[in-house]
């Protein structure tokens, strides 16, 4: 039957409604893509290549209510060891992805998160845009934060997590040659642009599902956020039944 001019302009709206209709959207940006990275804005969970499900990682869903916690750019010599004693008053283990030379300038905030048991992930020597760089640049930026960080414990990191998140097939694949796997994330907090705690909390909330992988930060300019959206943002996922365990655990959980 011939449509009418408004039933077609109905037609249409209902099916970009049902297009447009992503889990997550980070507070005030629209949805980039998988290679797009602006700040620390969340990356979209669509995925490329069929390959990336070996190595990149946005969330892995279970059943037990698990979620990971992860911090990004430390460690800082002042708010690590904050967040290392909020996280041990509520018995939580996070992963943190640590940039080299901060490690080479505070080596006993990078030993603390060692020493109370919690995950280190490579975020490549000096946070350069990964895109941009050969492959010999690539693989230094990983090889040398990896070597920072044995030579604080004999410790040598199997996660890393780009720089904002940004990569492509050259990244992917030098990545892949070295044995790491990417993490991302699919719920971003965005502390790292100084978002009030209460509203860090009510947009997790909002978004969180099990399995979920969270983007935070131990590394923030003044007056970081971080610490008192934690405080506010584990009782209340606790409360409702979440399981907080650091990213290895939770892509190798069988």
Known sequence: MKQTPVQAILCAFLSLSICFSPKSIPLDQGIPSLSQSVGGSA????SEHDSDRDIVFYRKANDNM???????????????PIIL????????????????????YYPAAAEAVLKAGHEIGNHTNHHKGMKSLTDHEIRKE??????????????RPTLIRPPEGAMNDQVRRVVGALNY????????THDWAHTPPAEITRHVLKEIDAGDIILMHDFIGHNSPTPEALRMLIPALLERGYKFVTVGELLDET
Do not use: Q
Request: negative net charge; charged residues 25%; hydrophobic residues 40%.
């Open 181 to 188: 796997r990417i993490i991302l994330w699919d719920v971003d």
């Open 142 to 155: 990983i090889s040398d934060c990896e070597d920072v960080i044995y030579s604080l414990a004999d410790y």
């Open 43 to 46: 990356v979209s969970e669509a």
């Open 66 to 80: 698990e979620i990971a916690l992860t911090f990004d750019d430390g460690p800082h010599p002042y708010y690590t």
């Open 85 to 104: 004693k909020i996280l041990e008053e509520y018995g939580i283990k996070a992963t943190f992805f640590m940039i080299g030379e901060n490690v080479t």
